[in-house]
């Protein structure tokens, strides 16, 4: 099991949620207006700072995190720079 960390511009989120729908992969947490500084500069939402961020956890069995990280990345390569879709996979070690 992986556990996905999907970041990315408040604009592209119905297209990531469609993604995660078209893989199968059941369940996510989406934290829809995140404020923050990365690669692409600094979105906090103001005049100073347009534009949001928006975040996505969830959690998929191997096969299919591969699927969705893949098809992530072929929809990041569609996207211009500025837009800096990231994706940070990490390995579930335990579930309560």
């Known amino acids: 099991m992986k556990l996905l960390f999907i970041f990315c511009p408040g604009s592209t989120i119905d297209h990531v949620r469609n993604l ?10 989406e934290i829809p207006e995140a404020g923050g ?6 979105r906090m939402g103001s005049r100073a700072w347009p534009g ?16 969705l990280t893949e098809a992530l990345t072929a929809f990041a390569e569609t996207c211009s ?7 940070y996979q990490v390995p579930v070690e335990r579930v309560i």
């Not at 995660?20 to 947490?29: K, N």
């Not at 500084?37 to 600094?42: A, D, F, I, V």
């Not at 500025?82 to 994706?87: A, F, K, L, S, T």
């Open 81 to 87: 720079p500025d837009e800096g879709i990231r994706v």
């Open 52 to 67: 949001v961020s928006s975040v996505v956890i969830t959690a998929a069995p191997e096969g299919k995190a591969v699927e």
């Open 37 to 42: 500084e990365g690669e692409t500069g600094r």
């Open 20 to 29: 995660i729908d078209v893989h199968e992969v059941h369940g996510f947490t």
